[in-house]
Protein backbone atom coordinates (compact mmCIF):
# COMPACT_ATOMS: atom_id res chain seq x y z
CA UNK A 1 0.00 0.00 0.00
CA UNK A 2 2.74 2.40 0.85
CA UNK A 3 4.60 1.55 -1.85
CA UNK A 4 1.87 1.97 -4.67
CA UNK A 5 1.17 4.87 -3.38
CA UNK A 6 5.01 6.12 -3.37
CA UNK A 7 4.28 5.37 -6.46
CA UNK A 8 1.43 7.48 -7.34
CA UNK A 9 2.84 10.38 -6.05
CA UNK A 10 6.29 9.86 -7.59
CA UNK A 11 4.30 9.40 -10.90
CA UNK A 12 2.40 12.60 -10.86
CA UNK A 13 5.45 15.13 -10.66
CA UNK A 14 7.59 12.70 -13.42
CA UNK A 15 4.81 11.43 -15.58
CA UNK A 16 5.03 14.61 -18.00
CA UNK A 17 8.50 14.45 -18.68
CA UNK A 18 7.75 11.01 -20.17
CA UNK A 19 5.14 11.62 -22.01
CA UNK A 20 6.85 14.91 -23.33
CA UNK A 21 9.25 12.29 -25.35
CA UNK A 22 6.55 10.15 -26.34
CA UNK A 23 5.19 13.19 -28.40
CA UNK A 24 8.69 14.42 -29.07
CA UNK A 25 8.72 11.06 -31.05
CA UNK A 26 5.49 10.95 -32.59
CA UNK A 27 6.27 14.80 -33.94
CA UNK A 28 9.15 13.80 -35.33
CA UNK A 29 7.87 10.86 -37.54
CA UNK A 30 5.97 13.02 -40.18
CA UNK A 31 9.57 15.13 -41.21
CA UNK A 32 11.55 11.45 -41.59
CA UNK A 33 8.57 10.14 -43.56
CA UNK A 34 8.54 13.51 -45.75
CA UNK A 35 12.56 12.74 -46.54
CA UNK A 36 11.35 9.22 -48.35
CA UNK A 37 13.48 7.80 -45.44
CA UNK A 38 11.15 4.76 -43.64
CA UNK A 39 10.08 4.47 -40.24
CA UNK A 40 11.79 3.39 -37.68
CA UNK A 41 9.84 3.15 -34.07
CA UNK A 42 12.41 5.19 -31.57
CA UNK A 43 12.64 4.03 -28.44
CA UNK A 44 13.83 5.52 -25.41
CA UNK A 45 16.89 3.89 -24.83
CA UNK A 46 18.46 4.78 -28.70
CA UNK A 47 17.29 8.77 -28.54
CA UNK A 48 18.94 8.43 -25.06
CA UNK A 49 22.24 6.50 -25.58
CA UNK A 50 22.41 8.95 -28.75
CA UNK A 51 23.50 12.38 -27.69
CA UNK A 52 23.80 13.96 -30.89
CA UNK A 53 19.83 13.83 -31.06
CA UNK A 54 19.83 16.24 -28.07
CA UNK A 55 18.57 19.08 -30.35
CA UNK A 56 15.46 17.65 -31.17
CA UNK A 57 14.43 19.18 -27.75
CA UNK A 58 14.58 23.16 -29.56
CA UNK A 59 12.16 22.46 -32.26
CA UNK A 60 9.38 24.46 -31.34
CA UNK A 61 7.32 23.03 -33.53
CA UNK A 62 7.47 19.57 -31.38
CA UNK A 63 5.68 21.52 -28.63
CA UNK A 64 2.54 22.07 -30.73
CA UNK A 65 -0.46 21.01 -28.98
CA UNK A 66 -1.18 16.81 -30.19
CA UNK A 67 -3.91 14.32 -30.89
CA UNK A 68 -4.94 11.94 -29.56
CA UNK A 69 -3.90 9.33 -32.57
CA UNK A 70 -0.27 11.22 -32.27
CA UNK A 71 -0.57 9.67 -28.66
CA UNK A 72 -1.71 6.36 -29.47
CA UNK A 73 0.60 6.27 -32.19
CA UNK A 74 3.79 6.74 -30.14
CA UNK A 75 2.81 4.34 -27.27
CA UNK A 76 2.25 1.41 -29.15
CA UNK A 77 5.58 2.13 -30.93
CA UNK A 78 7.46 1.49 -27.75
CA UNK A 79 7.90 -1.91 -27.17
CA UNK A 80 7.69 -3.57 -23.82
CA UNK A 81 10.96 -4.51 -22.32
CA UNK A 82 12.77 -1.14 -22.64
CA UNK A 83 14.64 0.38 -19.85
CA UNK A 84 12.69 3.32 -18.21
CA UNK A 85 14.11 6.57 -19.04
CA UNK A 86 15.61 9.51 -16.56
CA UNK A 87 12.14 9.46 -14.32
CA UNK A 88 12.13 5.44 -13.93
CA UNK A 89 8.79 5.15 -15.60
CA UNK A 90 8.59 2.05 -18.11
CA UNK A 91 6.56 1.64 -20.95
CA UNK A 92 4.98 -0.99 -19.96
CA UNK A 93 3.68 0.85 -17.02
CA UNK A 94 2.52 3.88 -19.34
CA UNK A 95 0.48 1.68 -21.80
CA UNK A 96 -1.17 -0.13 -18.52
CA UNK A 97 -1.31 3.11 -16.74
CA UNK A 98 -4.67 3.70 -14.57
CA UNK A 99 -6.82 0.91 -15.86
CA UNK A 100 -7.86 0.36 -12.33
CA UNK A 101 -8.86 2.25 -9.85
CA UNK A 102 -9.44 2.19 -6.44
CA UNK A 103 -11.42 4.58 -4.14
CA UNK A 104 -11.25 4.73 -0.72
CA UNK A 105 -14.02 5.84 0.84
CA UNK A 106 -13.50 9.25 3.30
CA UNK A 107 -14.36 8.05 7.21
CA UNK A 108 -18.00 9.18 7.90
CA UNK A 109 -18.93 9.56 4.21
CA UNK A 110 -21.78 8.43 2.69
CA UNK A 111 -20.98 5.49 0.73
CA UNK A 112 -23.42 6.17 -2.73
CA UNK A 113 -21.78 9.84 -3.66
CA UNK A 114 -18.41 9.48 -5.76
CA UNK A 115 -16.98 12.36 -4.34
CA UNK A 116 -16.58 11.12 -1.13
CA UNK A 117 -14.12 8.84 -2.78
CA UNK A 118 -10.42 9.16 -2.60
CA UNK A 119 -8.70 7.20 -5.66
CA UNK A 120 -5.61 5.42 -5.03
CA UNK A 121 -4.23 5.52 -8.62
CA UNK A 122 -3.38 7.79 -11.45
CA UNK A 123 -6.82 7.87 -12.68
CA UNK A 124 -7.03 11.66 -11.25
CA UNK A 125 -3.88 13.04 -12.72
CA UNK A 126 -3.43 11.47 -16.53
CA UNK A 127 -6.84 10.97 -17.43
CA UNK A 128 -7.82 14.66 -17.90
CA UNK A 129 -8.80 15.57 -21.54
CA UNK A 130 -5.64 17.33 -22.51
CA UNK A 131 -3.75 14.20 -22.36
CA UNK A 132 -6.03 12.07 -24.96
CA UNK A 133 -5.89 9.29 -22.92
CA UNK A 134 -9.41 7.91 -22.62
CA UNK A 135 -10.95 5.60 -19.79
CA UNK A 136 -12.30 1.91 -20.22
CA UNK A 137 -15.10 2.02 -18.08
CA UNK A 138 -15.54 -1.48 -18.87
CA UNK A 139 -12.21 -2.38 -17.60
CA UNK A 140 -12.47 -0.06 -14.49
CA UNK A 141 -13.53 -2.12 -11.18
CA UNK A 142 -14.50 -0.61 -7.77
CA UNK A 143 -13.24 -1.86 -4.32
CA UNK A 144 -14.62 -0.69 -0.92
CA UNK A 145 -11.63 -0.63 1.74
CA UNK A 146 -13.15 0.21 5.68
CA UNK A 147 -12.66 -1.04 8.89
CA UNK A 148 -16.11 -2.17 9.32
CA UNK A 149 -16.70 -6.62 8.74
CA UNK A 150 -20.60 -5.74 8.87
CA UNK A 151 -20.43 -3.55 5.53
CA UNK A 152 -18.22 -5.99 4.06
CA UNK A 153 -20.03 -6.98 1.35
CA UNK A 154 -21.50 -3.61 0.54
CA UNK A 155 -21.39 -2.80 -3.29
CA UNK A 156 -20.56 0.51 -4.68
CA UNK A 157 -22.76 2.11 -7.26
CA UNK A 158 -20.22 4.05 -9.66
CA UNK A 159 -20.41 4.87 -13.05
CA UNK A 160 -18.35 6.47 -15.24
CA UNK A 161 -20.31 8.42 -17.93
CA UNK A 162 -23.28 5.90 -17.97
CA UNK A 163 -21.33 2.66 -17.94
CA UNK A 164 -21.55 1.10 -14.58
CA UNK A 165 -18.51 0.53 -12.61
CA UNK A 166 -18.22 -3.40 -11.72
CA UNK A 167 -17.34 -4.10 -8.08
CA UNK A 168 -14.18 -6.58 -7.25
CA UNK A 169 -13.79 -8.13 -3.78
CA UNK A 170 -10.00 -7.96 -4.50
CA UNK A 171 -8.06 -6.19 -7.39
CA UNK A 172 -4.90 -5.76 -8.29
CA UNK A 173 -2.20 -3.28 -8.71
CA UNK A 174 0.63 -3.13 -9.75
CA UNK A 175 0.88 -7.18 -9.08
CA UNK A 176 0.11 -6.94 -5.78
CA UNK A 177 -3.66 -8.03 -4.76
CA UNK A 178 -5.76 -5.48 -2.84
CA UNK A 179 -7.90 -7.42 -0.81
CA UNK A 180 -11.17 -5.29 1.15
CA UNK A 181 -9.42 -5.68 4.77
CA UNK A 182 -6.05 -5.47 3.27
CA UNK A 183 -4.70 -8.33 4.95
CA UNK A 184 -3.05 -9.10 1.78
CA UNK A 185 -4.40 -12.73 2.01
CA UNK A 186 -5.06 -13.10 -1.33
CA UNK A 187 -1.76 -11.81 -2.51
CA UNK A 188 0.01 -14.38 -0.28
CA UNK A 189 -2.18 -17.04 -1.30
CA UNK A 190 -1.63 -16.58 -5.13
CA UNK A 191 1.75 -16.51 -4.60
CA UNK A 192 2.16 -19.52 -2.39
CA UNK A 193 0.37 -21.44 -5.11
CA UNK A 194 2.83 -20.22 -7.50
CA UNK A 195 6.29 -20.61 -5.35
CA UNK A 196 4.39 -24.33 -5.31
CA UNK A 197 4.65 -25.22 -8.93
CA UNK A 198 8.66 -23.31 -9.27
CA UNK A 199 9.42 -25.69 -6.07
CA UNK A 200 8.38 -28.74 -8.11
CA UNK A 201 10.69 -28.01 -11.07
CA UNK A 202 13.24 -27.15 -8.72
CA UNK A 203 12.85 -30.80 -7.02
CA UNK A 204 12.74 -32.21 -10.79
CA UNK A 205 16.58 -31.84 -10.91
CA UNK A 206 17.60 -33.73 -8.21
CA UNK A 207 18.04 -37.18 -8.78
CA UNK A 208 20.09 -39.18 -6.49
CA UNK A 209 22.54 -40.35 -9.64
CA UNK A 210 22.50 -37.41 -11.73
CA UNK A 211 21.06 -34.20 -9.47
CA UNK A 212 22.16 -30.85 -10.27
CA UNK A 213 24.77 -30.06 -7.20
CA UNK A 214 23.77 -27.60 -4.55
CA UNK A 215 25.32 -24.73 -6.28
CA UNK A 216 22.85 -24.69 -9.14
CA UNK A 217 20.28 -25.93 -7.52
CA UNK A 218 20.52 -22.99 -4.65
CA UNK A 219 21.43 -20.54 -7.77
CA UNK A 220 18.06 -21.93 -9.63
CA UNK A 221 16.11 -21.32 -6.46
CA UNK A 222 17.18 -17.82 -5.96
CA UNK A 223 16.17 -17.09 -9.64
CA UNK A 224 12.94 -18.98 -9.85
CA UNK A 225 11.51 -19.02 -6.04
CA UNK A 226 12.94 -16.10 -4.42
CA UNK A 227 12.44 -13.69 -7.32
CA UNK A 228 8.81 -14.85 -6.85
CA UNK A 229 8.21 -14.62 -3.08
CA UNK A 230 10.22 -11.24 -2.34
CA UNK A 231 8.01 -9.40 -5.03
CA UNK A 232 7.53 -6.00 -2.94
CA UNK A 233 8.20 -7.54 -0.39
CA UNK A 234 7.94 -4.28 2.48
CA UNK A 235 4.25 -4.20 1.38
CA UNK A 236 3.25 -7.35 2.43
CA UNK A 237 5.87 -8.62 4.74
CA UNK A 238 4.36 -7.53 8.16
CA UNK A 239 0.68 -9.55 7.11
CA UNK A 240 -0.40 -12.30 9.51
CA UNK A 241 -0.23 -14.61 6.43
CA UNK A 242 3.19 -14.47 5.58
CA UNK A 243 3.92 -17.66 7.32
CA UNK A 244 2.43 -19.26 4.27
CA UNK A 245 5.15 -18.45 2.37
CA UNK A 246 7.79 -19.82 5.12
CA UNK A 247 6.38 -23.36 4.34
CA UNK A 248 6.79 -22.61 0.43
CA UNK A 249 10.89 -21.17 1.10
CA UNK A 250 11.44 -23.98 3.80
CA UNK A 251 10.34 -26.54 1.27
CA UNK A 252 12.93 -24.80 -1.49
CA UNK A 253 16.18 -24.88 1.46
CA UNK A 254 14.82 -28.62 1.96
CA UNK A 255 15.52 -29.06 -1.54
CA UNK A 256 18.79 -27.38 -1.66
CA UNK A 257 19.97 -29.14 0.91
CA UNK A 258 18.77 -32.78 0.74
CA UNK A 259 17.67 -32.76 4.26
CA UNK A 260 14.85 -34.90 5.26
CA UNK A 261 11.39 -33.41 6.91
CA UNK A 262 12.18 -34.04 10.45
CA UNK A 263 14.81 -31.35 10.16
CA UNK A 264 15.07 -29.19 12.34
CA UNK A 265 14.30 -25.70 10.27
CA UNK A 266 17.02 -23.59 11.87
CA UNK A 267 19.31 -25.95 9.75
CA UNK A 268 17.64 -25.35 6.43
CA UNK A 269 18.86 -21.81 5.62
CA UNK A 270 22.83 -22.51 7.11
CA UNK A 271 22.87 -25.78 4.99
CA UNK A 272 22.17 -23.75 1.40
CA UNK A 273 23.74 -20.80 2.47
CA UNK A 274 20.63 -18.07 1.94
CA UNK A 275 20.18 -15.56 4.44
CA UNK A 276 16.29 -17.11 6.92
CA UNK A 277 13.77 -15.46 4.94
CA UNK A 278 12.52 -13.38 7.73
CA UNK A 279 15.80 -11.60 7.84
CA UNK A 280 15.70 -11.20 3.88
CA UNK A 281 12.50 -9.44 4.37
CA UNK A 282 13.59 -7.55 7.26
CA UNK A 283 16.42 -6.40 5.48
CA UNK A 284 14.76 -5.21 2.29
CA UNK A 285 12.06 -3.20 4.35
CA UNK A 286 15.33 -1.54 5.90
CA UNK A 287 16.16 -0.61 2.44
CA UNK A 288 12.85 0.49 1.57
CA UNK A 289 12.76 2.79 4.97
CA UNK A 290 16.12 4.27 4.58
CA UNK A 291 15.86 5.50 0.91
CA UNK A 292 12.63 7.09 1.93
CA UNK A 293 14.31 8.95 5.19
CA UNK A 294 17.16 10.12 2.67
CA UNK A 295 14.43 11.45 0.86
CA UNK A 296 12.77 14.26 2.13
CA UNK A 297 11.00 15.55 -1.02
CA UNK A 298 9.15 11.91 -1.57
CA UNK A 299 6.09 12.45 -0.70
CA UNK A 300 6.25 8.29 1.42
CA UNK A 301 8.68 10.63 3.65
CA UNK A 302 6.29 12.27 5.33
CA UNK A 303 4.12 9.83 5.87
CA UNK A 304 6.33 7.84 7.74
CA UNK A 305 7.74 10.66 9.84
CA UNK A 306 4.21 11.58 10.64
CA UNK A 307 2.36 8.57 10.06
CA UNK A 308 -1.39 8.16 11.08
CA UNK A 309 -2.16 6.48 14.40
CA UNK A 310 -2.79 2.34 14.51
CA UNK A 311 -6.03 1.85 14.52
CA UNK A 312 -5.74 -1.77 14.44
CA UNK A 313 -3.92 -3.92 16.70
CA UNK A 314 -3.19 -6.84 14.38
CA UNK A 315 -1.52 -4.30 11.75
CA UNK A 316 2.11 -4.06 12.00
CA UNK A 317 2.99 -0.97 9.59
CA UNK A 318 6.59 -0.14 8.21
CA UNK A 319 7.04 2.50 10.45
CA UNK A 320 6.28 0.26 13.62
CA UNK A 321 9.14 -2.02 12.68
CA UNK A 322 12.41 -1.58 15.01
CA UNK A 323 15.47 -2.65 12.94
CA UNK A 324 18.46 -4.70 15.30
CA UNK A 325 21.55 -2.34 15.58
CA UNK A 326 24.10 -4.81 14.46
CA UNK A 327 23.91 -6.33 11.07
CA UNK A 328 21.45 -9.07 9.42
CA UNK A 329 24.62 -11.77 9.46
CA UNK A 330 25.46 -10.88 12.94
CA UNK A 331 22.11 -11.23 13.78
CA UNK A 332 21.91 -14.60 12.43
CA UNK A 333 24.83 -15.41 14.10
CA UNK A 334 22.88 -14.99 17.41
CA UNK A 335 20.15 -16.64 16.39
CA UNK A 336 22.02 -19.92 15.33
CA UNK A 337 24.22 -19.69 18.72
CA UNK A 338 20.94 -19.20 20.82
CA UNK A 339 18.93 -22.19 18.37
CA UNK A 340 19.83 -25.05 20.67
CA UNK A 341 19.87 -27.18 17.59
CA UNK A 342 21.28 -30.07 16.94
CA UNK A 343 24.80 -30.18 16.46
CA UNK A 344 24.97 -26.38 16.06
CA UNK A 345 28.57 -26.23 17.36
CA UNK A 346 29.57 -27.56 14.10
CA UNK A 347 28.77 -24.19 12.44
CA UNK A 348 30.24 -20.67 13.67
CA UNK A 349 29.32 -18.63 11.46
CA UNK A 350 26.52 -19.28 9.57
CA UNK A 351 27.29 -16.86 7.07
CA UNK A 352 30.20 -19.35 5.95
CA UNK A 353 28.96 -21.62 3.33
CA UNK A 354 29.27 -25.41 4.62
CA UNK A 355 32.18 -28.32 3.22
CA UNK A 356 30.70 -30.15 -0.04
CA UNK A 357 28.74 -27.78 -1.50
CA UNK A 358 29.87 -28.53 -5.21
CA UNK A 359 29.86 -32.30 -3.86
CA UNK A 360 27.69 -34.62 -6.15
CA UNK A 361 24.31 -34.82 -4.98
CA UNK A 362 24.38 -38.38 -3.39
CA UNK A 363 27.18 -37.31 -1.31
CA UNK A 364 26.00 -33.71 -0.05
CA UNK A 365 22.72 -35.02 0.74
CA UNK A 366 24.43 -38.05 3.23
CA UNK A 367 26.90 -35.36 4.42
CA UNK A 368 23.40 -32.94 5.39
CA UNK A 369 21.44 -36.27 6.77
CA UNK A 370 24.91 -36.25 9.11
CA UNK A 371 25.57 -32.68 9.80
CA UNK A 372 21.45 -32.85 10.82
CA UNK A 373 20.91 -36.57 12.68
CA UNK A 374 17.96 -36.86 10.60
CA UNK A 375 18.13 -39.32 7.72
CA UNK A 376 17.28 -42.61 6.61
CA UNK A 377 18.50 -44.55 9.66
CA UNK A 378 16.50 -47.67 11.00
CA UNK A 379 15.04 -45.67 14.10
CA UNK A 380 13.49 -42.98 11.75
CA UNK A 381 12.11 -45.60 9.19
CA UNK A 382 10.88 -47.43 11.51
CA UNK A 383 8.47 -44.15 13.18
CA UNK A 384 7.58 -43.40 9.36
CA UNK A 385 6.33 -46.99 9.15
CA UNK A 386 9.08 -47.69 6.55
CA UNK A 387 10.15 -51.11 8.27
CA UNK A 388 9.63 -53.43 10.70
CA UNK A 389 12.11 -52.45 13.56
CA UNK A 390 14.68 -49.55 14.74
CA UNK A 391 17.38 -51.66 15.63
CA UNK A 392 21.03 -51.91 13.78
CA UNK A 393 22.41 -55.20 12.22
CA UNK A 394 24.51 -54.65 15.79
CA UNK A 395 21.55 -54.46 17.71
CA UNK A 396 21.14 -51.37 19.34
CA UNK A 397 18.51 -48.50 18.11
CA UNK A 398 19.91 -47.06 14.90
CA UNK A 399 19.70 -43.61 14.42
CA UNK A 400 22.44 -41.44 12.23
CA UNK A 401 24.82 -41.15 15.13
CA UNK A 402 24.77 -44.18 15.84
CA UNK A 403 25.57 -45.14 12.31
CA UNK A 404 28.63 -42.80 12.28
CA UNK A 405 30.30 -42.92 15.97
CA UNK A 406 28.96 -46.41 17.71
CA UNK A 407 28.28 -49.34 15.47
CA UNK A 408 31.18 -51.17 14.86
CA UNK A 409 30.36 -52.30 11.45
CA UNK A 410 30.06 -48.65 9.81
CA UNK A 411 31.74 -46.49 12.76
CA UNK A 412 32.91 -43.43 11.00
CA UNK A 413 36.73 -42.07 12.35
CA UNK A 414 36.21 -38.79 13.64
CA UNK A 415 32.53 -39.21 14.35
CA UNK A 416 30.38 -36.67 12.65
CA UNK A 417 32.69 -33.15 13.49
CA UNK A 418 35.16 -34.99 11.11
CA UNK A 419 32.30 -36.10 8.47
CA UNK A 420 31.27 -32.75 8.50
CA UNK A 421 34.26 -31.27 6.97
CA UNK A 422 33.68 -33.35 3.72
CA UNK A 423 37.29 -34.73 3.46
CA UNK A 424 38.67 -37.71 0.87
CA UNK A 425 37.94 -40.16 3.41
CA UNK A 426 34.52 -38.85 4.40
CA UNK A 427 33.46 -39.04 0.69
CA UNK A 428 35.16 -42.69 0.81
CA UNK A 429 33.37 -43.60 4.04
CA UNK A 430 30.03 -42.55 2.13
CA UNK A 431 30.24 -44.14 -1.10
CA UNK A 432 31.35 -47.53 0.80
CA UNK A 433 28.65 -47.42 2.96
CA UNK A 434 25.89 -50.03 1.82
CA UNK A 435 22.49 -48.05 2.31
CA UNK A 436 21.98 -44.49 2.08
CA UNK A 437 21.95 -41.99 4.98
C1 LIG B 1 24.06 9.03 -33.48
O1 LIG B 1 23.47 9.96 -34.35
C2 LIG B 1 24.29 10.30 -35.44
C3 LIG B 1 23.63 11.42 -36.22
O2 LIG B 1 22.25 11.15 -36.42
C4 LIG B 1 24.56 9.06 -36.30
O3 LIG B 1 25.42 9.38 -37.39
C5 LIG B 1 25.20 8.00 -35.44
O4 LIG B 1 25.36 6.80 -36.18
C6 LIG B 1 24.35 7.74 -34.20
N1 LIG B 1 25.03 6.82 -33.32
C7 LIG B 1 24.43 5.77 -32.76
C8 LIG B 1 25.26 4.95 -31.84
O5 LIG B 1 23.27 5.50 -32.97
C1 LIG C 1 -17.98 -1.72 -22.87
O1 LIG C 1 -18.89 -2.81 -22.97
C2 LIG C 1 -20.07 -2.53 -23.71
C3 LIG C 1 -20.99 -3.73 -23.62
O2 LIG C 1 -20.30 -4.92 -23.47
C4 LIG C 1 -19.71 -2.17 -25.15
O3 LIG C 1 -20.87 -1.86 -25.89
C5 LIG C 1 -18.77 -0.97 -25.14
O4 LIG C 1 -18.33 -0.69 -26.44
C6 LIG C 1 -17.55 -1.25 -24.26
N1 LIG C 1 -16.76 -0.02 -24.15
C7 LIG C 1 -15.46 0.03 -24.40
C8 LIG C 1 -14.83 1.36 -24.29
O5 LIG C 1 -14.81 -0.97 -24.68
C1 LIG D 1 10.70 -22.15 8.23
O1 LIG D 1 12.01 -22.05 8.69
C2 LIG D 1 12.24 -21.05 9.66
C3 LIG D 1 13.69 -21.08 10.00
O2 LIG D 1 14.46 -20.75 8.89
C4 LIG D 1 11.38 -21.28 10.88
O3 LIG D 1 11.57 -20.24 11.80
C5 LIG D 1 9.94 -21.33 10.47
O4 LIG D 1 9.13 -21.65 11.58
C6 LIG D 1 9.74 -22.37 9.39
N1 LIG D 1 8.38 -22.29 8.95
C7 LIG D 1 7.64 -23.37 8.72
C8 LIG D 1 6.24 -23.12 8.32
O5 LIG D 1 8.08 -24.49 8.82
C1 LIG E 1 25.34 -34.26 17.38
O1 LIG E 1 24.09 -34.49 18.04
C2 LIG E 1 24.04 -35.67 18.84
C3 LIG E 1 22.63 -35.82 19.37
O2 LIG E 1 22.17 -34.65 19.94
C4 LIG E 1 25.09 -35.55 19.96
O3 LIG E 1 25.06 -36.71 20.74
C5 LIG E 1 26.45 -35.37 19.32
O4 LIG E 1 27.43 -35.22 20.32
C6 LIG E 1 26.46 -34.15 18.42
N1 LIG E 1 27.73 -34.06 17.76
C7 LIG E 1 28.36 -32.89 17.60
C8 LIG E 1 29.66 -32.94 16.87
O5 LIG E 1 27.88 -31.83 17.99
Not at 11 to 35: R, Y
Not at 75 to 92: R, T, Y
Not at 328 to 335: G, L
Not at 371 to 388: A, F
Amino acid sequence: MRRMKMMRNLSTGLILTTLSWFLMLSKAEPSTQADGVPLHPWTFASLQKNESVQPLQDSPSLFDTFTKSEVDTALKAVKNGKAAGADGILPEFLKNLGVKGIAILKPGKAANDASNYRPVSLLSTVYNNNWYLTLNPNKTVAIALHLNNREANRRLELKIGDTPVANSECTRYLGIKIDRALTLKDHIEAMKKKLKTRNNIIAKQTGTSWGSNAEVLRTSTLALVYSVAEYCVPVWSRSAYCKKIDIELNKSMRIISGTVRTTQTQWLPVLSNIIPPELRRLMKAYQEVTKVMNNPELPLYNDIISHPQKRLKSRHPIWDLTFPKESIPEVWKNHWKHSGVQNSTLITDPMMRVLGFNLPRHLWTALNRARTNQGRSKSLLYKWGMTNSPLCACGAEQTIQHIIEECPNTKFNGGIARLHKAEEDAVTWINNLEFRL
